[in-house]
């Protein structure tokens, strides 16, 4: 789920004046572009004024888009996009939520999600009855080409560590020798089909030799150092088929996207004001 989609855009050359009327530099049907937007988004993307430039007019194209097709994201469609999720990782929304923020931000994280819901609803307005869906075929063709994607450990050696100080933990990622009173470590093993579903999505999510983030269970803070994960084994085609859908689909749509939007802009009304 990240930013805005950058499509694909000509090389534009630059001549801006410093006297340019109210700081407009560009307009992309009629959509003002102003010089600080500009220095803004070059600083932003760390790139060139035409890099910088080419992303304004692709964003611009893309805002013009939603609000042609009228596109709104509620609180309502996050919900289900949690709950979904959730169920996925066979946990329950307030399961989730709590995994969700101890791995991030959780206010940014729904705005990941809002920008990735407002992305979906426009590609369905845009692509209606013009994609091809995929088929059962697809996903096991997809499923065989990809199946390093689509395995489990079922047993996971680890070190946990638990405390009612949370810095303590924080400390720790940066000194793993450090010894507190205040510390207790276990090492333990965990069968994956066993363990609480946090547990379960913490250590699928978790590496082979770093640490986890830092999660509440039990009335204290925990983290784990993932030691070794072993009896490696293959996740069902019927279990994943449904997110190789999605996974294909999505593909699809963007290329599309991509292709309109490339059309789009060739019959855009873009002037570069001097």
Known sequence: MKK????????????????????????????????????????????????????LIDEALYQQSIEKYSINVDNFDVDNYIEKIAKNNKMS??????????????????????????????TSAISTNNLIMANEEDLKIYYNNNISQFKIAKKIDAIQYSSKDKTILDQLKLNPLLVNENLTVKNDTFDIDTVSPQ????????????????????????????????????????????????????????????????????????????
């Open 4 to 55: 805005i989609l950058v499509f694909m855009a000509f090389f534009i050359g630059l001549h801006l004046n410093a006297g340019l009327i109210n700081g407009i530099a560009i307009t992309v049907n009629d959509y003002p572009i102003t010089l600080e937007d500009i220095d803004n988004k070059m600083t932003e993307l760390k790139v060139t004024k035409n890099s910088a430039v080419t992303a």
């Open 199 to 274: 547990m379960k999505y913490i250590l699928s999510q978790t590496n082979a030799k770093t640490f986890s983030s830092i999660f509440p269970e039990n009335q204290t803070y925990n983290m784990v150092f993932v030691s070794k994960k072993s009896n490696i084994e293959d996740i069902p085609f019927e279990t994943v088929q449904d997110n190789i859908f999605n996974t294909i689909m999505t593909q699809r749509e963007n290329e599309y996207l991509k292709n309109y939007f490339e059309n789009l802009k060739v019959t855009a009304e873009i002037k570069f004001l001097k």
């Open 93 to 122: 929304s307030y399961e989730f939520k709590n995994a969700v923020k101890q791995q991030e931000d959780y206010d940014a994280f729904i705005e990941k999600i809002k920008l990735q819901l407002r992305h979906q609803k426009l």
